[in-house]
């Protein structure tokens, strides 16, 4: 557990000079009378309750998640557990509905004071109904059409289409090679396979984070490198992922701290960055607060543009990218150390 450097109390002059004039006769009588063991034992007791009340105030948990859907190098300490569920939805599309939950139930566990390694469930809701413009997308003269990540192509001239259940599991390592609270720029590597009947996937990332101001606000950016495959049309797709996800949060007040998120998205078709098919760019503000027992983070991202190429170019419509992305992504995080 990481602790804020607490400021020494400043004791004012006049003070200083009270504590310098001679003891009053009735109080070396006290003094003489109290056995020097008891004194030390007092004085002892409000020192430890005194460094007690300060560093409450003081500590935040090592290991909490400050941002939505950016990874800090903010890790649990060797020996400890924590668990956190996460709640997103992605919502809006061309026109129609499209709601996309997405959930996550994660058990992480300090392996070291600079490693964390962690295990996630992972399940989803789809509700879709006619949410796709693009003629590209929509067969048949059907227009608007039913489409978009998690929706069969067989779903296309349904009216609406819904299904939700168990996804798949993921597995996820972070290693801090340098530490953003005693170094100038921290520095750190993720890894996350997943399998799931949506997709499967690995993703790596390469962390970076500075903190200020007495590490009250965190300046954090990540580059990201995915490789999936999509499982759930009759065909699989393969395709490759280059995002960069960056922003800050501050300590506004104590346990509370607001900030900014932005991600640049870009798609490649196949694994080996054949053709950029999509990019995208989101921006929204995100929201954290931590109590002595569990914190939780609020973050929501809108999308500000996009542009599809082929073979992806149908996912696009009105400046916008859509297939797994929406108008607006919320998130909600709650995290229980242990």
Same mark, same amino acid.
């Given at each position: 557990?990481?602790?804020?450097?607490?400021?020494?109390?400043?004791v004012?002059?006049?003070?200083?000079?009270?504590?310098?004039?001679?003891?009053?006769?009735?109080?070396?009588?006290?003094?003489?009378?109290?056995?020097?063991?008891?004194?030390?034992?007092?004085?002892?007791?409000?020192?430890?309750?005194?460094?007690?009340?300060?560093?409450?105030?003081?500590?935040?948990?090592? +290991?909490?998640? #400050?941002? +939505?859907?950016?990874?800090?190098?903010?890790?649990?300490?060797?020996?400890?557990?924590e668990?956190?569920?996460?709640?997103?939805?992605?919502?809006?599309?061309?026109?129609?509905?499209?709601?996309?939950?997405?959930?996550?139930?994660?058990?992480?566990?300090?392996?070291?004071?600079?490693?964390?390694?962690?295990?996630?469930?992972?399940?989803?809701?789809?509700?879709?109904?006619? *949410?796709?413009?693009?003629?590209?997308?929509c067969?048949? +003269?059907? #227009?608007?059409?039913?489409?978009?990540?998690?929706?069969?192509?067989?779903? @296309?001239?349904?009216?609406?289409?819904?299904?939700?259940?168990?996804?798949?599991?993921?597995? %996820?390592?972070?290693?801090?090679?340098?530490n953003?609270?005693?170094?100038?720029?921290?520095?750190? $590597?993720?890894?996350?396979?997943?399998?799931?009947?949506?997709?499967?996937?690995?993703?790596?990332?390469?962390?970076?984070?500075?903190?200020?101001?007495?590490?009250?606000?965190?300046?954090?950016? *990540?580059?990201?490198?995915?490789?999936?495959?999509?499982?759930f049309?009759?065909?699989?797709?393969?395709?490759?992922?280059?995002?960069?996800?960056?922003g800050?949060?501050?300590?506004?007040?104590?346990?509370?701290? $607001?900030?900014?998120?932005?991600?640049?998205h870009?798609?490649?078709? @196949?694994?080996h960055? *054949?053709?950029?098919?999509?990019?995208?760019?989101f921006?929204?503000?995100?929201?954290?607060?931590?109590?002595?027992?569990?914190? $939780?983070?609020?973050?929501?991202?809108?999308?500000?543009? @996009?542009?599809?190429? %082929?073979? @992806?170019?149908?996912?696009?419509?009105?400046?916008?990218v859509?297939?797994?992305?929406?108008?607006n992504?919320?998130?909600?995080?709650? +995290?229980?150390?242990?």
């Amino acid at each position: 557990m990481m602790c804020r450097e607490v400021s020494s109390t400043k004791v004012s002059r006049t003070k200083l000079r009270e504590a310098k004039q001679p003891l009053l006769k009735e109080d070396l009588k006290a003094v003489k009378k109290s056995p020097p063991k008891k004194i030390l034992s007092k004085l002892n007791q409000f020192l430890i309750a005194l460094s007690g009340a300060i560093l409450s105030a003081q500590i935040t948990h090592a +290991g909490e998640g #400050n941002f +939505g859907w950016i990874y800090s190098l903010d890790l649990q300490p060797k020996g400890t557990w924590e668990i956190e569920q996460r709640l997103q939805l992605t919502r809006g599309q061309a026109s129609g509905t499209y709601d996309y939950w997405y959930g996550r139930t994660e058990l992480a566990y300090g392996l070291s004071n600079n490693i964390q390694i962690a295990g996630y469930l992972n399940s989803y809701s789809i509700n879709a109904a006619k *949410n796709f413009t693009n003629p590209d997308a929509c067969d048949q +003269g059907v #227009n608007p059409c039913t489409a978009g990540y998690g929706v069969p192509g067989s779903a @296309g001239l349904s009216d609406s289409y819904s299904k939700k259940g168990i996804d798949g599991v993921s597995l %996820e390592g972070i290693w801090r090679i340098t530490n953003p609270v005693t170094e100038a720029v921290g520095v750190g $590597l993720y890894l996350e396979p997943t399998i799931g009947k949506l997709k499967d996937a690995i993703e790596a990332r390469v962390i970076l984070q500075s903190n200020f101001i007495d590490d009250r606000l965190q300046v954090v950016g *990540n580059f990201v490198y995915e490789i999936e495959r999509l499982k759930f049309d009759d065909e699989p797709i393969k395709e490759t992922v280059f995002d960069f996800v960056g922003g800050f949060t501050y300590r506004v007040a104590p346990s509370w701290n $607001l900030g900014l998120e932005y991600r640049f998205h870009n798609d490649f078709d @196949g694994y080996h960055f *054949n053709r950029q098919t999509q990019k995208a760019h989101f921006i929204g503000p995100n929201i954290h607060y931590a109590s002595k027992n569990w914190w $939780l983070t609020a973050a929501m991202r809108t999308q500000i543009g @996009g542009s599809c190429w %082929e073979p @992806g170019d149908a996912e696009c419509s009105d400046g916008k990218v859509w297939d797994g992305h929406g108008r607006n992504e919320y998130l909600v995080k709650v +995290g229980v150390p242990f």
